[in-house]
């Protein structure tokens, strides 16, 4: 079970990690923008997290004899969710040191613009915007802006693997070939 959760979540890691190298000149370009780069990212999310399903399909297949229970497939789809989860933050980490340089600071500018265009109060523009800086400031902390970072990709592995758990756990649904 460990071989398959660390392929699975490290394959699937990489891949969602390598989407921030991948993006951040299309970001400076302007190719990707704040409008639609969030569906670029969850969308690299999904492709990479599908690896989930195939983690669980492979375990079944290759080391339980073609059954496997629904809490023993969330398991295994939950740690390489981890896994996954655990590599795509520490490539957040390393592209915000490197290549995303000032990526944050646009990042709050357009936060900053969408408020003014939502809030015509000028005092509860102001309160908000003192929210959002020390949301920032909270931000330039490691230990913080990890723990933010898995937030972003966690809660999207869950719902594939509890897809995929209830999916495979049928002994019907793609079984293994017979060759």
Known sequence: MKKVILVYGSIAGAIVGAMFFITAPLYDNGTINFDNGMWVGYTSMVIALSLIFFGIKSYRDSYASGSLGFWKAFKIGILITAVASIIYALSWEV?????????????KEYYVQNLKQEITN?????????KQDQ??????????????????????????TLVS???LRKREFLP????
């Open 165 to 167: 758990a209830g999916l």
């Open 95 to 107: 592209a915000y040191r490197t290549v995303s340089q000032g990526f944050t600071e646009k990042m």
């Open 135 to 160: 949301l920032w400031l909270m931000y330039k902390n490691p230990f913080i802006r990890f723990g933010m970072t898995l937030l972003e990709i966690f809660p999207v592995g869950i719902v594939i």
């Open 122 to 130: 000028e005092a509860e523009l102001t309160a908000e915007i003192a």
């Open 176 to 179: 293994p070939s017979t060759q």
